[in-house]
Structure formats: structure tokens, C-alpha cells
T-cell receptor
Framework: GDSVTQMEGPVTLSEEAFLTINCTYT??????LFWYVQYPGEGLQLLLKATKADDKGSNKGFEATYRKETTSFHLEKGSVQVSDSAVYFCARGSYNTDKLIFGTGTRLQVFP | NAGVMQNPRHLVRRRGQEARLRCSPV?????VYWYRQLPEEGLKFMVY????????ESGMPKERFSAEFPKEGPSILRIQQVVRGDSAAYFC????????????FGPGTRLLVL
């Protein structure tokens, strides 16, 4: 069935380091792809999205490109900040319903 | 600029009691989704509703769980005879229409079953 796989955490970085969080999805149809961020004790906030192949979503310095050939949607940021510490979830739309399918989440910890 | 609202934010129940979780979608949104997040896990889809209709309940346990989204008022997720395994964060999301629409999430209700 439809699924999303993302790298396990935690990812621990120093401030201003480069960030990559890998995400791959099963290739049923052409789903929309999303990255959501969850800060401690809060709900999920949409970080960025892409709706078709080769689209690049970007927001707050984060970017992810919809790669159909590798079924990937890796999240990147050139220079992380302490305030980026959170759990990041990759998600895809499903083939024939509107539900979202989430990866297990990757915890990012950024130290000064 | 009210987003998705959920209440209560925290709910404590003893085994065998009922839990009622409420979700008010973004104004003008008629599609509501409920997800459950177990500790240290990702979110799992439970149910998708439009006004007065259940569209997809494939992720909801067949027993003890029910959901509704009446014509007036919030969406309700109801868990009867709660067990410890029901302890989780329950998130509601809404969107304005079907299709490849962004879902906007509420802050969640954290249910603890003693």
C-alpha cells in the first residue's frame, strides 16, 4: 500500500550546519507531497508542499524537490538555527482518497 | 484568523470511561480529518468527514470509536470504554475541498487513560 519512509532521528547539528532529511514514498499515482513541522507540545504546521514532479517547495529557508525518478522529497536547509529544533514529518496524499500518509517523523536538534 | 480549534487540549480518563474530543475546522472548511499519534510515532489516519457524512473511516477501529460532523457545530470523535492503549494525541485537520488540498492541523487533544 501507500507509504512514506523517512530517515530515523534524532539528527543533531550545530547551528549554521547544512541539513538534509531524506524522504521517499511509494509511487502509486502522482500524489502531492508535504513536509510538516511539529514543535514540542504543539500541532503540525505545514512547512512546504509540492503537487507535481519537479516542483520545488520552499519556506523559511527550507526546500524540497519532488523527484519522480527517485520517488523522493528530501528536505534541505543550508544553515539551521536553534529555533529549527522540532520533529519533521514527510507526508503524501493518497491515491484515491484525501487522507495523508505520514512518515514516522525525524527529530532535529540544533545546538548553539 | 481562527485556525483549527480543538478542545480539550488535555483529557484524562479512567479505563472504561468515555472520551469526547471536539474539533472546529477553519471557517469555511467543510472537510475534516482525524489522525492519531501514538508516543514517538507518526500520525495515522483515522477518519475523513464532510458535513453530515463519513467519507472514509478505514483507519478507525471498528469498535468503541465513532465520529460525526453535524450540519451545525464541531466535529466530534468519541471513544467509548477507553483503554490504556487509547492514550495518544488526537489531531484534527481541515481543508476547504477535496483534491490535492493542504490540510490545516489543530493543536491536538492529548488523551491519557489511567
Amino acid at each position: 500500500g501507500d507509504s512514506v519512509t523517512q530517515m530515523e532521528g534524532p539528527v543533531t547539528l550545530s547551528e549554521e550546519a547544512f541539513l538534509t532529511i531524506n524522504c521517499t514514498y511509494t509511487a502509486t499515482g502522482y500524489p502531492s507531497l508535504f513536509w510538516y513541522v511539529q514543535y514540542p507540545g504543539e500541532g503540525l504546521q505545514l512547512l512546504l508542499k509540492a503537487t507535481k514532479a519537479d516542483d520545488k517547495g520552499s519556506n523559511k529557508g527550507f526546500e524540497a524537490t519532488y523527484r519522480k525518478e527517485t520517488t523522493s522529497f528530501h528536505l534541505e536547509k543550508g544553515s539551521v538555527q536553534v529555533s529549527d529544533s522540532a520533529v519533521y514529518f514527510c507526508a503524501r496524499g493518497s491515491y484515491n482518497t484525501d487522507k495523508l500518509i505520514f512518515g514516522t517523523g525525524t527529530r532535529l536538534q540544533v545546538f548553539p | 484568523n481562527a485556525g483549527v480549534m480543538q478542545n480539550p487540549r488535555h483529557l484524562v480518563r479512567r479505563r472504561g470511561q468515555e472520551a469526547r474530543l471536539r474539533c472546529s475546522p477553519v471557517k469555511g472548511h467543510s472537510h475534516v480529518y482525524w489522525y492519531r499519534q501514538l508516543p514517538e510515532e507518526g500520525l495515522k489516519f483515522m477518519v475523513y468527514l464532510q458535513k453530515e457524512n463519513i467519507i472514509d473511516e478505514s483507519g478507525m477501529p471498528k469498535e468503541r470509536f465513532s465520529a460525526e460532523f453535524p450540519k451545525e457545530g464541531p466535529s466530534i470523535l468519541r471513544i467509548q470504554q477507553v483503554v490504556r492503549g487509547d492514550s495518544a494525541a488526537y489531531f484534527c485537520a481541515s481543508s476547504p475541498r477535496q483534491g490535492k488540498e493542504t490540510q490545516y492541523f489543530g493543536p491536538g487533544t492529548r488523551l491519557l487513560v489511567l
